[in-house]
């Protein structure tokens, strides 16, 4: 039973959510994300200036006329949300961020006709929403996001890119929201990449990326309990990464600022490619 408390609470998301699809989104999640190809819709007599590749010559020779095929793009897609929920993930406001993004790009993908589905994974994939379409389904996965109680505290990126390939064979875009605090998944995430439409979503807390010099400060690891003492006193220290090599793909939202801001400037630049 879901508390009064946790129904406002996905309301709350829902109206947000619908809002920012409505005047702000919409046009760009069509653009970004493009359909899987073209698919055949009809056949029309030829007209000077069509292309001679679309001509049907089986239709031609019946009628000693010549027809040309007529496509249209092949718009639904199949949307998928690997979200990353271990308790590095639960660090400030992060959890309910990832909520409002995921809640975002689903009524994206709701109002352009698209299946939707999720999965929620740490060390492992602890569970999967296979991928339709509809309001309800999209109010599920958000209840699904804030509700949920992971078993396990780590992240394992390759056991959720492995699950991923092997229960979805269809092609879709596949959307990572993580922090990415993890090692060894740069050959998985090759292989997922070449078969789906992959974009990375890495959520950040500007705590967690650059520490003040001043101080000697004590860190306990969300994912593993253990302690950590830095010294500190004379130099800040910023969280090394190696996530340059995946900018193409990759959108950096810090938990400060309004996340559909460079969700939207993404999705231009990929609808300009």
């Known amino acids: 039973m879901i ?23 919409s046009g760009e999640y069509r653009s970004g994300f493009k ?31 010549a027809f040309v095929k007529q496509f249209c793009e092949e718009r639904e897609l199949n949307v998928f949300l690997l979200i990353d929920m271990s308790k590095s993930n639960s660090f400030g406001n992060k959890k309910d961020l990832i909520a409002e993004i995921g809640a975002t790009l689903a009524f994206s993908a709701c109002k352009n006709n698209d299946r939707v589905g999720m999965i929620l994974f740490t060390e492992k994939v602890e ?16 209840e699904n ?30 959307i990572i929201i993580s922090d990415f605090l993890d090692e060894g998944y740069e050959k998985d995430l090759k292989i997922i ?23 000697i400060f004590t860190f306990e690891d969300l994912e593993t309990g253990k302690t950590i003492a830095l010294d500190n006193l004379k130099n800040e220290y910023k969280l090394e990464n190696n996530f340059n090599m995946y900018k193409r793909n990759m ?20 609808g300009r490619r």
Do not use: C
């Not at 990449?193 to 101080?215: T, Y």
């Open 127 to 142: 569970k999967y929403i296979p991928s339709k379409k509809g309001k309800k389904h999209v109010l599920s996965m958000i």
């Open 193 to 215: 990449s070449k078969k789906h439409d992959v974009v990375m979503i890495r959520v950040i807390d500007r705590a967690e990326e650059l520490i003040p010099k001043g101080a």
């Open 145 to 174: 996001i804030l509700t949920f109680q992971p078993k396990l505290g780590g992240t394992n990126l390759t056991n959720a890119f492995e699950y991923f390939n092997r229960v979805e064979k269809k092609r879709s875009v596949v």
């Open 35 to 65: 359909g899987k190809g073209m698919e055949f819709e009809d056949i029309r007599q030829y007209y000077h200036g069509d292309d001679v590749r679309n001509i049907d010559w089986n239709v031609t020779a019946r009628h000693n006329n």
């Open 251 to 270: 959108i950096n939202i810090y938990t400060d600022e309004d996340y559909y801001i460079p969700l939207k400037q993404f999705l231009r630049r990929r």
């Open 3 to 25: 508390s009064k408390e946790m129904i406002k609470k996905i309301r709350k998301i829902e109206i947000k959510s619908n809002k920012i699809v409505e005047e702000i989104f």
